[in-house]
């Protein structure tokens, strides 16, 4: 796996509009990258979201790897849960959070164990040659 230099900020935008779309339900998927930038959100077939939690169905991955994951909270707190850190134990090393009100100051990315990790937004294209 690639070290991870930041999110395209394209992706940001996907997951901010979707958690304001899905509320107050979360939204919930799995991060992917190319060439150490995260570009893309998987999401699996049977996850289940309600206004409490998403339960994604990992059992339901493809052949492809994931370098973390992403949900929403309904609420202004972006914090993890313990089922927030077991989920992130078990899908790679990059997990981020949007809370309430959905925007560029209310998302938090956190490592494997839950310590706060900084995710620069980048300004790329997403079809760049040079990026894939």
Sequence with gaps: MEMIRGIAKATLEFILG??????P????????EENG???DVLILPGTESSDRNAVIKLFMMPNVESV???HSHPGPSARPSKEDLRLFSKTGNRHIIVAEPYDEDSWVCYSRDGT??????????LDDPELI
Excluded at 18 to 23: D, F, L, P, S, Y
Excluded at 116 to 125: K, N, Y
């Design 18 to 23: 979707a958690a304001k779309t899905t509320a």
């Design 25 to 32: 339900n979360e939204f919930a998927g799995l991060l992917r």
């Design 37 to 39: 930038i995260i570009t």
């Design 68 to 70: 973390g994951s992403v």
């Design 116 to 125: 706060v990790i900084d995710l620069p937004v980048l300004d790329v294209e």
